[in-house]
């Protein structure tokens, strides 16, 4: 996340479901000092078991698995462009097709809540409900998928559509794709790109070689 530019110092946390509960990162260990040994196991009851403290934001991540099936892995971050939008409360409209990768017809803002409370998982997991990114108000992005590397494309995307959003302000407000447009891209996005089997005989070819 630091290397592309999505997080900084030691802000943003990541998770993925393991076992009856999930994997996280420590709170407040710089990530290029992380080894897999810091990585703290969180129960389905909340437990933490590790040698660290697990990230100040672990309830949101319990909560986000207990309410999401198809939900193995999230990304959290700070990112700069989606901060500035988040911190005005805004959402990010249909300005652009490509925000139907989040889910929807646009990307919710969550309301404010104090960072590691219950309060804010709660807002988090309305924000996210029929979506796979969220702002979070005077905070940050939370991404989900089906793995880590899916949700972190998707929390460098919301990064990237903010960037183009805010661009798009200087010259006033965008106009936006209608509420049946994003629903045609939402159908499309559901078929988008290779199809598992040939990223399958792909991963067998490289194996043989």
């Not at 996005?189 to 290779?194: D, E, W």
Request: aromatic letters at 6%.
């Amino acid at each position: 996340m630091n290397r592309i530019g999505i997080n900084q110092g030691t802000s943003g946390n990541v998770s993925a479901r393991w076992r009856d509960g999930f994997l996280v990162t420590p709170s407040g260990l710089p990530y290029d000092r992380c080894d897999p040994a810091d990585v703290v196991w969180v129960d389905d009851q909340g437990g933490a078991h590790g040698h660290l403290v697990p990230s100040s934001e672990w309830r949101f991540h319990l909560d986000i698995y207990r309410h999401r099936s198809d939900v193995d892995a999230i990304v959290h971050t700070h990112s700069v462009n989606a901060t500035a939008i988040a911190v005005h409360k805004r959402a990010i409209p249909a300005f652009h097709y490509m925000v139907a990768l989040a889910g929807g017809v646009d990307i919710r803002c969550a309301g404010y809540a104090t960072y590691g409370t219950q309060a804010l998982s709660d807002q988090a997991v309305a924000a996210l409900d029929g979506r796979m990114a969220c702002l979070l108000a005077h905070h940050g992005v939370i991404a989900v998928g089906a793995d880590l590397e899916r949700a972190l494309r998707l929390a460098e995307e919301v990064e990237i559509l903010a960037r183009m959003y805010l661009a798009a302000l200087t010259l006033g407000e965008p106009d936006v794709l209608d509420d049946a447009e994003m629903a045609v891209v939402l159908d499309r996005f559901r078929t988008y790109g290779q199809p598992a089997t040939a990223s399958g005989r792909r991963r067998a070819a490289t194996k043989q070689r």
